[in-house]
């Protein structure tokens, strides 16, 4: 069993920083490969970025890119989301999850746990 919580959302301009957390509870987390999905209104909830159990692998969505980074710090037992060059299209509610396997994921279906989101709003 693995919870999760996310930190860090919040109201920023266009082109700003964000940086979002996820603390993990739970022995077994280091087992994990990890990832980030985003939920805007009326949309479904769409993947973002992975990285695998020892952090040496990560994968991210096209769109995200050269601006958002994800790592993680086992020994912390969190994972983060630095996003760069914000754009008014990136405001969705951004989540947190843990999953098993090849880090390319494919969809939401993936996930075996997630956390309660955190809401990141970019204003133009």
């Known amino acids: 069993q693995v919870q999760l919580a996310e930190v860090g959302g919040g109201l920023v301009q266009t082109g700003g920083s964000l940086r979002l957390s996820c603390a993990a509870s739970?022995?077994?987390?280091?087992?994990?490969?990890m990832a980030w999905f985003r939920q805007a209104p009326g949309k479904e909830r769409e993947f973002v970025a992975s990285?695998?159990?020892?952090?040496?692998?990560?994968y991210s969505a096209d769109f995200v890119k050269r601006r958002f980074t994800i790592a993680r710090d086992n020994a912390k037992n969190t994972i983060y989301l630095q996003m760069n060059s914000l754009k008014p299209e990136d405001t969705a509610v951004y989540y947190c999850?843990?999953?098993?396997?090849?880090?390319?994921?494919?969809?939401?279906?993936?996930?075996?746990?997630w956390g309660q989101g955190t809401q990141v709003t970019v204003s133009s």
């Open positions: 999850g843990a999953f098993l396997g090849n880090i390319v994921v494919a969809g939401p279906s993936r996930i075996d746990y």
């Open positions: 739970g022995r077994t987390f280091s087992s994990y490969a």
């Open positions: 990285i695998s159990w020892s952090g040496g692998f990560t």
